[in-house]
């Protein structure tokens, strides 16, 4: 089950873009609980899910709505990149460091130089792997 009215507060999914949606599941095991949670309908990530009864079901679905829109957002200036860097990051810096003038550029300059070059080459999260 959906909850359309609340899907326009929802900002897309972090890791590609997608509309995302609240979902509510009934418990399995506890009668007249239902689990919370917000789902992505492209790639499937969810957030994390709330448990409550029906008489905590509107505190329990705004928790799960702000926590995705926390979630959903990167500061300006910051970005999100794989913990791994992938084999085109990695030419990325390869080429970038061949680039330097070791000699005469300080080492801090050269590492600066060649995350920036790596970052630059690094996927967004709809194409990562
Ligand atoms: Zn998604």
Redesign the pocket.
Known sequence: MTDEKRVSELL???????K?SVRHERDLYLDRYQRHFVK??????SGSEKIANEDDAYGAIQSVLAGWNRRSQEPDGWRLVPVEPDHGMGIAGFLEAQKLDVASLPLFDMCVRIYRAMLAAAPSPKEGK
């Open positions: 897309p999914c972090p890791f590609c873009g997608g995302a992505c309908g492209s790639c499937g990530a």
